[in-house]
């Protein structure tokens, strides 16, 4: 048996249901209960064949997982080494790519048929999904690879999330770009069509998060420091432009907005942040909320978290086995979503569906 027949996919029902939580007439939480709808099962607004999903396949932890610009792949990736290929129209698990010698940390898509992935092994992986193959390795970092970005990963949800289409006249300056953050306190820019990494951002310390502007040639890192930093690289200057504090722990995460005009921080000082990064910012402090909720541990995960297409919506992953999702607008907890047995790693929206993947540290 190949090794792609035995990662089967299994369905079931949680045993727990999502919960809502509810609030007096005053806004203040008063309860938290089980959500059931009376019309769950006749209004889906999904495509997916049960409420609930669970993929089996992976022989560890599972640190990521993304979905293509358009949503009709999944890929998922962690300790085994392996990065899975789930189709969204059944979930099953129709490729599996295989090369890296120790954990895979991050992934990105960088266009609907090729990805970049990120290692413990010190590498950066760019794959061609519809065959299996390893195009090319990048190797210069000297330790751990803790996170990457792509443009498609924000120019991308523009054109694909549903209440963002009207920018979806927004381009991407360099479609090859990827950008990635190491132990080794540097993030540096890539080129797929070269070997080599077409520059370095020196840090002080390790750099643990990354986001990339695609369309404004911006990148954003954070780490250890509790810092965020902004970086221009508009003709190779790679200056920095802009250092955003707040967080009192280390950045577990950075995510930027569909429209580019706010960034998502998550941090060890158990705080969601979000930032207004737009050129000329009205307000005299640029933090605009704070999301409290998720947790971390002493395992020191980089959990992360994510925008709905539209930007209406967070989640996030937690060290207390639950997913929450926050309503954007008034930094509200709208759901807690049950079910997993360990640490929940990453969560993820899909592009264009009311569907949410998540993975966990244990196996299930």
Same mark, same amino acid.
């Given at each position: 048996?190949?090794?792609?027949? +035995?990662?089967?996919?299994?369905?079931?029902?949680?045993?727990?249901? !999502?919960?809502?939580?509810?609030?007096?007439?005053?806004?203040?939480?008063?309860?938290?209960?089980?959500?059931?709808?009376?019309?769950?099962?006749?209004?889906?607004?999904?495509?997916?064949?049960?409420?609930?999903?669970?993929?089996?396949?992976?022989?560890?932890?599972?640190?990521?997982? +993304?979905? *293509?610009?358009?949503?009709?792949?999944?890929?998922?990736?962690?300790?085994?080494?392996?990065?899975?290929?789930?189709?969204?129209?059944?979930?099953? #698990?129709?490729?599996?790519?295989?090369?890296?010698?120790?954990?895979?940390?991050?992934?990105?898509?960088? #266009? +609907?048929?090729?990805?970049?992935?990120?290692?413990?092994? @010190?590498?950066?992986?760019?794959?061609?999904?519809?065959?299996?193959?390893?195009?090319?390795?990048?190797?210069?970092?000297?330790?751990?690879?803790?996170?990457?970005?792509?443009?498609?990963?924000?120019?991308?949800?523009?054109?694909?999330?549903?209440?963002?289409?009207?920018?979806?006249?927004?381009?991407?300056?360099?479609?090859?770009?990827?950008?990635?953050? *190491?132990?080794?306190?540097?993030?540096?820019?890539?080129?797929?069509?070269? @070997?080599?990494?077409?520059?370095?951002?020196?840090?002080?310390?390790?750099?643990?998060?990354?986001?990339?502007?695609?369309?404004?040639?911006?990148?954003?890192?954070?780490?250890?420091?509790?810092?965020?930093?902004?970086?221009?690289?508009?003709?190779?200057?790679?200056?920095?432009?802009?250092?955003?504090?707040?967080?009192?722990?280390?950045?577990?995460?950075?995510?930027?907005?569909? @429209?580019?005009?706010?960034?998502? *921080?998550?941090?060890?000082?158990?705080?969601?942040?979000?930032?207004?990064?737009?050129?000329?910012?009205?307000? !005299?402090?640029?933090?605009? @909320?704070?999301?409290?909720?998720?947790?971390?541990?002493?395992?020191?995960?980089?959990?992360?978290?994510?925008?709905?297409?539209?930007?209406?919506?967070?989640?996030?992953?937690?060290?207390?086995?639950?997913?929450?999702?926050?309503?954007?607008?008034?930094?509200?907890?709208?759901?807690?979503?049950?079910?997993?047995?360990?640490?929940?790693?990453?969560?993820?929206?899909? !592009?264009?569906?009311?569907?949410?993947?998540?993975?966990?540290?244990?196996?299930?």
């Amino acid at each position: 048996m190949s090794s792609v027949e +035995e990662f089967q996919q299994q369905q079931q029902e949680e045993e727990e249901p !999502p919960f809502k939580r509810l609030r007096d007439n005053e806004g203040n939480a008063s309860a938290v209960v089980a959500y059931r709808g009376p019309e769950e099962e006749t209004n889906r607004t999904s495509s997916l064949p049960s409420p609930t999903m669970q993929l089996s396949g992976h022989k560890g932890s599972v640190y990521c997982l +993304e979905y *293509s610009p358009s949503g009709d792949t999944l890929a998922s990736a962690g300790f085994d080494m392996n990065v899975l290929l789930w189709s969204h129209s059944d979930y099953n #698990n129709f490729n599996v790519l295989e090369g890296h010698k120790n954990a895979i940390l991050d992934l990105k898509w960088l #266009n +609907e048929t090729h990805l970049i992935t990120g290692s413990a092994d @010190k590498t950066l992986g760019y794959w061609d999904t519809a065959t299996g193959d390893k195009i090319r390795s990048f190797k210069s970092h000297s330790m751990i690879v803790n996170a990457l970005d792509t443009a498609a990963s924000t120019v991308g949800s523009r054109t694909t999330g549903t209440s963002s289409s009207s920018s979806s006249g927004s381009t991407m300056a360099n479609p090859h770009l990827f950008v990635s953050a *190491s132990d080794d306190s540097t993030a540096k820019l890539w080129d797929v069509r070269s @070997k080599r990494e077409s520059a370095t951002l020196e840090h002080d310390f390790q750099v643990t998060a990354i986001a990339l502007d695609g369309e404004n040639q911006i990148v954003y890192t954070g780490g250890i420091d509790n810092t965020i930093t902004a970086w221009d690289i508009r003709n190779q200057s790679n200056k920095k432009t802009m250092g955003l504090r707040g967080h009192t722990d280390t950045i577990t995460c950075l995510s930027l907005h569909p @429209k580019s005009t706010h960034l998502l *921080s998550n941090s060890m000082d158990h705080t969601i942040r979000t930032w207004d990064v737009r050129p000329f910012c009205a307000e !005299p402090q640029r933090q605009c @909320k704070q999301f409290v909720g998720a947790t971390h541990n002493a395992e020191k995960g980089l959990i992360r978290a994510a925008w709905s297409p539209d930007g209406s919506m967070i989640s996030c992953g937690s060290a207390d086995r639950m997913v929450r999702v926050f309503d954007e607008y008034s930094a509200e907890e709208l759901y807690l979503l049950p079910g997993h047995k360990g640490c929940v790693n990453t969560v993820i929206f899909h !592009p264009q569906e009311n569907v949410i993947a998540r993975y966990v540290t244990s196996i299930q």
